[in-house]
């Protein structure tokens, strides 16, 4: 019989995984009888009642399983920890808030097996229920990395996606700290089918994402595919060398045919600050790479596991 093997990273989710179980359970016993199913719920340092919700479902049901987390790792090292355990010959990602509707699963299963995908990836086509100004910096965000990184970015992807074991262990083979999910399912390559779908609203509970962690999970992204920001700093730097070569030659011819006179104090700090703005800029950007590479250097585990079953 074949397994599929069901991850979903919980942070506070005490209201939502009883409803999700509930849905997933329905779904299998509608388009999956002949499939096992395995759920890992992976508690990502949850501060309300979630790992209770879990390891209930964990003692009743033989085939769910749990991963809890010493602290809040963040979603991405949830889904590592989850692909890292998984059993399943495929293995799908899905939200704990039931916005990745477990009833596509089925669509999605019929794909991989009659048309050869190696993987079914979602992305919604509305944003709606969103405010408009992250809709806004999400849409740029996705034009920018496109334009800058060889990997590509589909606009509106979701990490719900059902996979092929082999792309799956391809996936958990790279160990890089720094992990951006959507450039590496894409940078492993593999077949990818995508659907669309509309979004939903989550069941219950808030959304884990405020503007400044998205802001700092969007530098994470062009930070981990894409190095044009330094070429582009240097490029930057080149340029005002030029410029500024130009100007001193032009400032000598002018002192030797016009003499001196002390002028000009107010534009030249106009430069300096201009430069010097271009300088601290161009240096965050190397910080900024430096800071990740530092970070991968040091080999930290990217989760430490309190608990399992
Ligand atoms: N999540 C997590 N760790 C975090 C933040 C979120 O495991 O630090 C989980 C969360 O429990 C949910 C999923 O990631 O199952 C998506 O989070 P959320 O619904 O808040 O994001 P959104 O759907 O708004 O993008
Ligand atoms: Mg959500």
Request: proline share 3%.
């Amino acid at each position: 019989m074949e397994k599929l093997s069901i991850i979903v990273p919980c942070y506070n989710e005490e209201e939502t995984v009883d409803l999700f179980y509930k849905e997933a359970e329905r779904v299998k016993a509608q388009d999956f009888q002949e499939m096992e199913f395995e759920y890992i719920f992976v508690d990502d340092g949850s501060k309300d009642k979630t790992l209770e919700k879990i390891k209930k479902l964990a003692n009743d049901n033989e085939h769910v399983r749990f991963i809890s987390f010493s602290r809040n790792f963040g979603k991405e090292a949830a889904i590592l920890a989850g692909l890292d355990e998984a059993t399943g010959d495929y293995i799908t990602l899905m939200d704990a808030d039931l916005q990745d509707p477990p009833s596509l699963l089925k669509k999605m299963y019929d794909m991989i097996k009659q048309e050869g995908y190696d993987c079914i990836a979602t992305r919604r086509i509305t944003r709606k229920g969103e405010p408009p100004i992250r809709s806004f910096f999400a849409k740029c965000f996705y034009k920018l990395i496109n334009h800058i990184s060889d990997v590509e970015m589909i606009d509106g992807a979701r990490d719900f996606r059902l996979m092929t074991r082999q792309m799956v262990e391809s996936i958990t083979s790279m160990r890089e700290y720094n992990r951006f999910s959507k450039g590496l399912f894409s940078f492993v390559g593999f077949k990818t089918k995508w659907i669309e779908y509309e979004n939903v609203e989550r069941v219950a509970g808030q959304s884990k994402w405020s503007f400044w962690k998205l802001f700092k999970y969007a530098i994470e992204g062009i930070t981990a595919f894409s190095t044009t920001p330094l070429i582009l700093s240097s490029f930057i730097g080149l340029i005002f060398c030029l410029v500024a070569f130009l100007l001193i030659l032009f400032i000598i011819v002018k002192t030797l045919i016009f003499g001196d006179p002390t002028s000009g104090w107010p534009s030249m700090v106009c430069i300096i600050v201009f430069v010097s703005g271009i300088q601290l800029f161009s240096l965050g950007i190397i910080g900024q790479y430096l800071s990740k590479t530092y970070l991968e250097v040091k080999h930290r585990p990217t989760y430490i596991i309190k608990e399992k079953k």
